[in-house]
């Protein structure tokens, strides 16, 4: 049987195509990813990864997430006339 749950690269890359933000944090820094980063999150076997370059940073171990990942809406600021 078949699982078709969406997994969370799923979830992340239909967020940015959607013109949001995701913002990834380790202790030390943060990565923001815009519209133009979407699919660049993928799974392989059950961890988490992003591109970068040729390779790939790894976000997680299993269900274990090594980062802070948080979903933002892209709202842009009216500009008074």
Do not use: W
């Not at 392989?44 to 274990?64: A, P």
């Amino acid at each position: 049987m078949e699982d078709n749950t969406p997994t969370m690269s799923d979830r992340i890359n239909a967020h940015l195509a959607a013109g949001n933000v995701v913002m990834v944090s380790t202790y030390g820094h943060s990565t923001q990813y815009e519209k133009k980063h979407a699919g660049m999150f993928f799974m392989s076997g059950n961890n988490l990864r992003v591109k970068r370059g040729k390779k790939s940073d790894c976000l997680s171990y299993g269900n274990n997430l090594l980062v802070s990942i948080k979903f933002y809406t892209y709202t842009p600021l009216e500009v008074a006339q």
